[in-house]
């Protein structure tokens, strides 16, 4: 042996990466980016994207607008940054 290990460095890395990034990616990604499509949706758009009444349903950022609004949403919004 040359002492040297073959086999070693980026290569050998990407066989072990490559299933972590798939379940990270539907695990993590795939419901972040459901949550952000449903959050800017009306009640009615709790469909998939697919589905034409999502596109009749859009509110986009109303549902902020609304949220921003709220007395009881920034009470707790402010109460969540003071005990955390």
């Known amino acids: 042996m040359s002492g040297a ?3 070693t ?4 890395f990407v066989p072990l990466f490559g299933p972590f990034i798939l ?6 990604l795939v419901p972040l980016f459901y949550g952000v ?4 949706s009306g009640s009615a ?3 998939l994207s697919t589905s034409p009444s999502i596109q ?3 509110i986009y950022l109303g549902n ?3 949220a921003l609004s709220d007395v009881k949403f920034l009470k707790s919004i ?3 940054t003071l005990f955390v």
């Open 37 to 40: 499509e449903l959050s800017l």
């Open 56 to 58: 009749e349903n859009s």
């Open 5 to 7: 290990r073959s086999g």
């Open 45 to 47: 758009g709790a469909t």
């Open 78 to 80: 402010e109460n969540t």
């Open 9 to 12: 460095g980026f290569s050998s």
């Open 64 to 66: 902020y607008q609304t």
């Open 23 to 28: 379940l990270w990616a539907l695990f993590w």
